[in-house]
């Protein structure tokens, strides 16, 4: 079509294209791709947690059959592959998603400040001299740029916590996650966390979930009201599900009293779980 | 009995692009509640050229909610609170004596102010220059109903062109995204079958010249709640829809243009 003509002296372009990547590159220099890559990689990661949640109830069957859990997903892929390679590739597809979710949420929200009329009104979120009434926008969604944040300074936190054991220091025990998350979850301050980010985490997820099926184009006057329904189920399963541990640990309902095996005793966990 | 209301208005004040702005206080003084919006700050400008003041510069143009000339955020909201209509459909009854209104012009980068209260929307005219359009040989009119096209596609079609183009979406985006806009366009002609054989070079272009200026879309809304014409955030999806097909497709191949 005709190349558009230059603009007398109204507005200057805030973004100049540059050379076109080759495909599929070249969607993600888009705004629209990036948004698009955005609701892929939500899905992907939105699936990992509730998986990482469901796996996460073993808890409730004791230490063994969460030994057991985690052992699995060290074994995926049984005898074709190499032990913990798949889970090495999922942990790596994982981190990828999650690096371009950041990206280009990171650089979306870039491109939206500069297309503000004013360059130090943040994120473009005051305009306006006068109070400004959001009519549609939710708490949720106005506060994604901080509950995604609030959910990756979590994400650290939670890996240093329970897949290092940084803070555990010598009560952390490899192959006995029953009860490292006892240790951790029992300390107060360490709970609150966990409570604040999955707070935050089913925010973040009730606008996405709406959000993604928009950015892929995905509506039907036949089941728009269901996507609403869907974000709201998701977030309250992700919220319960996840607030449940914290909060049972510090009620002492989960505790590393009436075990079958010692504390650390790997040897004996897995003894347990081989007679299942 | 038309009651008369007692207003302090503040309204934006620039001399231009390079002048940073402030707003200046008003009083409005014994205003009919049969007014438009526009005819209140039509009085309040008489009085200040009777002063030899510098009158309030704003757009407008029908008055009658057609053109998408009039803008104004009005107490922070694009076109003033009430739904589904232009400023100068607004009428003053819609506010309480002794009311204090904020009036300001619909900012955004791409929208930058010419004086006052008037914004320079041109931007817009590049995205629709780039693919508002179908191509047809001109010549003799063809037959009417010649082309067969589905009411429901029609009607839908009908809906998105109903945007008068005014920025609203715009002034309203917290991340001042022009998709309601574009989308509506888009929609508008790609919904029919007059629109098909550049459906996607259309969406693409369109699409492309909308993001060198405007910001990216969260899926707010607020768009949507401002618009004077209510058009619906479905289009928005219609386009997300169409421009990452338009980026999967081989054009080169029949069948899948």
């Known amino acids: 079509m005709v190349a558009t003509s230059t ?29 698009w890559v955005m609701a892929l990689t939500g899905i992907g990661l939105l699936g990992f947690v509730i998986v990482h949640m469901i796996g996460n109830f073993h808890i409730y069957e004791g230490p063994v059959q969460l030994h057991e859990y985690a052992e699995t997903l060290r074994g995926l892929g049984g005898g074709l592959f190499p032990r913990t390679f798949l889970l090495w590739l999922l942990r790596i597809g994982l981190a990828g998603m999650f690096l371009l979710h950041i990206h280009s949420a990171y650089s979306l929200k870039e491109r939206s400040r500069k297309a503000s009329d004013k360059a130090d009104f943040v994120g473009g979120e005051k305009k306006y001299g006068s109070k400004r009434d959001y009519v549609a926008a939710n708490y949720a969604s106005r506060t994604m740029r901080w509950t995604g944040p609030i959910v990756l300074l979590y994400l650290l936190f939670h890996l240093a916590d329970l897949t290092w054991g940084w803070w555990l220091g010598d009560d952390y025990v490899l192959g006995d996650p029953y009860h490292n998350v006892v240790a951790s979850l029992s300390s107060l301050p360490v709970a609150i966390i966990y409570v604040v980010a999955t707070v935050a985490l089913s925010i973040h997820i009730f606008h996405g979930t709406w959000s993604l099926f928009q950015s892929l184009g995905i509506n039907n006057p036949k089941y728009n009201d269901l996507r609403r329904t869907l974000a709201k189920l998701i977030a309250g399963i992700v919220l319960v599900g996840n607030l449940s541990f914290p909060v049972l640990v510090t009620a002492k309902l989960i505790d590393d009293d009436n075990r079958k095996c010692e504390v650390g005793d790997v040897a004996c966990l897995e003894h347990e779980a081989e007679k299942h | 009995m038309t009651q008369e209301l007692n207003l302090t208005l503040q309204v934006w004040r620039q001399e231009g692009a390079s002048d940073p702005g402030h707003f200046e206080t008003y009083a409005a003084n014994g205003i009919s509640e049969d007014m438009s919006f526009l005819e209140m700050l039509d009085i309040i400008n ?70 006052d209260l008037v914004v320079d929307r041109s931007s817009f005219d590049r995205i629709i220059e780039s693919g508002g359009y179908i191509s047809v040989n001109t010549g003799a009119a063809s037959d009417a109903n010649l082309t067969p096209v589905p009411k429901e596609a029609a009607d839908t079609s009908f809906d998105a062109a109903a945007c008068i183009g005014c920025g609203a979406c715009v002034a309203a985006c917290p991340n001042s995204a022009a998709q309601l806009f574009t989308s509506a366009k888009l929609a508008h002609l790609n919904l029919i079958p007059q629109g098909q054989s550049q459906r996607f070079e259309r969406t693409e272009t369109m699409v492309d010249t909308m993001e060198t200026f405007f ?43």
């Open chain 1, 7 to 35: 603009n007398p002296q109204g507005s200057t372009p805030i973004f100049r294209r540059k050379l076109q990547l080759p495909f599929p590159l070249n969607i993600y220099q888009s705004s629209i791709g990036r948004k």
């Open chain 2, 215 to 257: 910001g990216s879309c969260t899926n707010h809304g607020e768009c949507h709640e401002a618009c004077p014409k209510e058009i619906s955030l479905d289009f928005i999806a219609f386009m997300n829809r169409d421009y990452v097909k338009a980026k999967m497709k081989n054009r080169k191949l029949a069948g899948q243009s």
């Open chain 2, 46 to 115: 008489e009085d200040l050229i009777e002063n030899d003041q510098i009158p309030i510069e704003f757009d407008h143009d029908c008055r009658e909610g057609i053109c998408g000339t009039c803008s104004l955020m009005i107490n922070g909201q694009a076109h003033g609170q009430e739904k589904a209509t232009t400023t100068c459909q607004l009428h003053m009854r819609k506010f309480n004596d002794g009311d204090t209104i904020v009036v300001e012009p619909f900012r955004a980068r791409a929208f930058p102010v010419v004086k």
